[in-house]
T-cell receptor, first 114, second 113 residues
């Protein structure tokens, strides 16, 4: 079985640009979460989606948005990129948001803003 | 979710048991203790979780004190591949805002040959 797939693996963008990151969850998983991990810190929660609806949002500005598609894949969009948005962006999938076991994370997208 | 405290780093000899402590003195009765690890340049990996009883799986054992204010993750025979940052997380599982994991800085475990 394929795990959580994220694309692209690496990305370099210029300040002010827009970026779209993509995530395909494990087959059968209906919930996708997004996390941002800056160097030296633990991952920070951005969004969770379940059945195409937003179920939770972390403390991130409105420049960050996301959506989930009918096939349960997801996109994270970041507008007006800042240098501080440089980070590893992680996607995690689960059967549902209330499940009593762990999420499965992808390997992430490394975003560098210059 | 309750806050956790972990040592920033630990060393362990290959083949020996690695015991990683976590303090969660403000834990509530409906909060579980979860452990994840993150090997360099990879996403976090789920290890184990528990409520109040000790738990064991193929990866590790989790020992939770009787008052639930602290716990220890035990890797019984550490290998070089266990070198990673280990995160202890406390979260409510049923009801409430249980949809997110709140990561701290974790403990960098270095397994030495």
């Amino acid at each position: 079985d394929a795990g959580v797939t994220q694309s692209p693996t690496h990305l370099i963008k210029t300040r002010g640009q827009h970026v779209t990151l993509r995530c395909s969850p494990i087959s059968g998983h209906k919930s996708v979460s997004w996390y941002q991990q800056v160097l030296g810190q633990g991952p920070q929660f951005i969004f969770q989606y379940y059945e195409k609806e937003e179920r939770g949002r972390g403390n991130f500005p409105d420049r960050f948005s996301a959506r989930q598609f009918p096939n349960y894949s997801s996109e994270l969009n970041v507008n007006a990129l800042l240098l501080g948005d440089s980070a590893l962006y992680l996607c995690a999938s689960s059967l549902a948001p209330l499940q009593n076991y762990g999420y499965t994370f992808g390997s992430g997208t490394r975003l560098t803003v210059v | 979710d309750a806050k956790t405290t972990q040592p920033p780093s630990m060393d362990c000899a290959e083949g020996r048991a690695a015991n990683l402590p976590c303090n969660h003195s403000t834990i509530s009765g409906n909060e579980y203790v979860y452990w994840y690890r993150q090997i360099h340049s990879q996403g976090p990996q789920y290890i184990i979780h528990g409520l109040k009883n000790n738990e064991t799986n193929e990866m590790a054992s989790l020992i939770i004190t009787e008052d639930r204010k602290s716990s220890t993750l035990i890797l019984p025979h550490a290998t070089l591949r266990d070198t990673a940052v280990y995160y202890c997380i406390v979260r409510v599982v049923s009801g409430g805002s249980n949809y997110k994991l709140t990561f701290g800085k974790g403990t960098l475990l270095t397994v030495n040959p």
